[in-house]
């Protein structure tokens, strides 16, 4: 069992990944997940999360995420939002987070004591490929480095989910995996 | 039968898909809205042929609802907390004049404080309006329970409305896979609708829901809990053919490693899950830790429930709704009520109010208070187990401070 936390903004479609992920696992790899979004009643702007729990087999758990396995962070600003993406964190949790840069990420390092993490420039694989600044599909390719997901699931899962944009999607994902580094 | 992914709000609207109604009203409300907006899409790309009446509000959904179907239609509507309450006049309508509407209702908080998020306090409020009720805990089950609820709510001994109660976010907004029937399988289930008893048609009227003499009144209340009655049995056979068809088991009460348990707890709706999970923790530490999840709350399933927690001495009943004024939850009153006479102890919980999370550290704590009184270490439990210590200060309001 994966217990995964996404932390971001409204806006950024971090519930709308959390979604695409379930059906990544759920569909392109035979497994199992539920997904809990919770944000406040503001919409854009505010900080959004949303709880995945992934399994092998049906997953009983239905709740939040108290000490997560892997935590998403869409957005480098949610550290001096008052966001703690260290809740519950051991130096075992693994972080994915959207980075513009070493430094950003070594200061999320330092504040969490954090160990594992993935970085990539998830808003400029976004804009190359989609056009859009929203991240989702990029930090999702992100994501497979974990290891949690294949990136060719996701690739599947974002290309079926978006419609007429579903491959520029799809790139943003790929393009995003290519990036990302141990960091 | 494929496999297909739903959100619990997908799942509601592929099952109505299914369901092939002639008319939809329904008026968009968080956190039920996905499913007044996926249906007005299915209608206009030609997926469910139906009839999409724009409504101002929850009260005029239902009576278009009540109206189309009595012309002899299958109608959809969904809604979801105070939407419901809303309804509720109409709600009572609805049954009252014996129009077996299926709705889904996404569990929400009532007012006040506002809040958009998960508890039962909406439909407990409707558990005597007249509408059979199903609480369902995963996002599969949303659409099997909708499928037989169109059997039981339509059979003729029932004519009866349902309730289709999953939890706003926790299962409204969960996506998960779902083993879905084809067309042809589903509607061979479902079945056309038929209409029977009393009818709308312009070319031979009839009064509906006419004022009604004392002297017949009672009778037609007998009536209703005639159905109530048969929709015991009715879902039954449903869920058994059901079973049959479609390879999932369903049933009123469903018990979970019960049999050698000397502490229980009683659930209903998303929470059910996480209570299983702790059950499973728990007996693999060797403590005899069962639990028993309400499906169908109405009609209410006294003699399973009594059947199935009669040896169990200490039991905890979960309520997602307060209860206000009540010596516990409803749904404890009702547990506590169906085993009157016998010698369990039955101690009433509240919360996971307003989307407070119920969690298997909610789980464990609960378990921790039973098993401490079935030792002997105490006999008393924190009946609001969640509730914060400062609650009686918060937002205490000093009036005339400047005066």
């Known amino acids: ?183 | 039968m494929a496999i297909k992914m739903f959100d619990g709000n997908g799942a509601a609207v592929e099952a109505i898909r299914l369901a092939r109604p002639g008319v939809i009203a329904a008026y968009p409300i968080t956190p039920q809205s996905s499913i007044a907006e996926h249906l007005a899409d299915e209608v206009a790309e030609g997926k469910i042929n139906a009839e999409y009446i724009r409504v101002e509000s929850e009260h005029s959904a239902m009576s278009m609802a009540v109206g189309a179907q009595l012309t002899g239609v299958r109608v959809a509507t969904a809604t979801a907390s105070v939407g419901l309450a809303l309804m509720h006049e109409v709600c009572g309508v609805a049954a009252g004049c014996r129009v077996p509407i299926v709705m889904p209702v996404v569990n929400r908080s009532l007012v006040a404080p506002w809040s958009l998020w998960c508890d039962h306090s909406d439909t407990m409020a409707e558990r005597d309006t007249g509408w059979l009720q199903f609480y369902c805990s995963t996002v599969q089950e949303i659409l099997d329970l909708q499928l037989c609820a169109y059997r039981i709510s339509e059979h003729e001994n029932v004519m009866t409305p349902s309730m289709v109660c999953f939890d706003g976010f926790y299962l409204s907004h969960s996506m998960q896979r779902v083993d879905t029937p084809s067309d042809e399988d589903a509607w061979d289930f479902v079945k056309p609708y038929v209409r029977k008893n009393m009818y709308l048609d312009t070319k031979d009227v009839m009064f509906i829901n006419d004022l009604c003499p004392t002297v017949e009144h009672t009778e037609m209340k007998y009536q209703q809990k005639v159905g109530f009655d048969e929709a015991a049995k009715v879902a039954k056979e449903v869920f058994a053919e059901y079973e049959e068809r479609f390879g999932r088991k369903l049933q009123a009460v469903e018990t979970y490693c019960l049999e050698d348990a000397e502490v229980a707890v009683v659930t209903m709706g998303s929470m059910s899950g996480t209570g299983k999970y702790v059950v499973n923790q728990l007996r693999e530490q060797g403590i005899k830790a069962g639990l028993l999840r309400i499906c169908m709350f109405r009609p209410f399933p006294a003699e399973e429930i009594k059947e199935a927690l009669k040896n169990i001495p200490i039991i905890g009943v979960v309520d997602r709704s307060s209860g206000l004024g009540a010596a516990q939850g409803p749904v404890c009153s009702e547990v506590k009520a169906a085993l009157s006479g016998m010698d369990n102890k039955v101690f009433g919980y509240v919360g996971g109010i307003a989307g407070r999370d119920i969690s298997d550290g909610s789980f464990r704590k609960i378990f921790g208070e039973l098993l401490d009184i079935h030792a002997g270490k105490a006999d008393a439990v924190t009946t609001w187990f969640d509730v914060r210590p400062d609650a009686m200060d918060m937002r205490e309001v000093e009036t005339n401070v400047n005066v």
Request: aromatic share 8%; charged share 20%; net charge negative.
């Open chain 1, 1 to 183: 069992m994966q217990k995964i936390k996404f932390y971001g903004i409204g806006g950024q479609g971090a519930v709308t990944a959390a979604k695409i992920l379930s059906i990544a696992v759920s569909l392109h790899q035979s497994e199992y997940a539920i997904t809990v979004p919770a944000y406040g009643h503001e919409r854009r702007g505010a900080p959004v999360f949303a709880h995945i729990i992934v399994d092998d087999k049906p997953v009983l758990l239905n709740c939040y995420v108290y000490e997560p396995d892997i935590i998403v962070v869409f957005d480098e600003n949610l550290i001096d939002m008052g966001v703690n993406v260290g809740e519950g964190c051991t130096e075992d949790t693994i972080m994915v987070i959207n980075a513009s840069n070493q430094e950003i990420v070594d200061r999320y390092k330092k504040e969490y004591g954090l160990k594992k993490v993935y970085a990539c420039n998830a808003t400029e694989a976004a804009l190359k490929n989609i056009g859009l600044n929203i991240p989702n599909s990029a930090m999702l390719g992100a994501l497979a480095k974990s290891g949690v997901v294949k990136i060719e699931a996701i690739e599947k899962a974002v290309t079926e989910s978006f419609g007429k944009v579903g491959e520029k999607n799809g790139n943003a994902a790929r393009y995003a995996y290519e990036h990302t580094w141990e960091a």
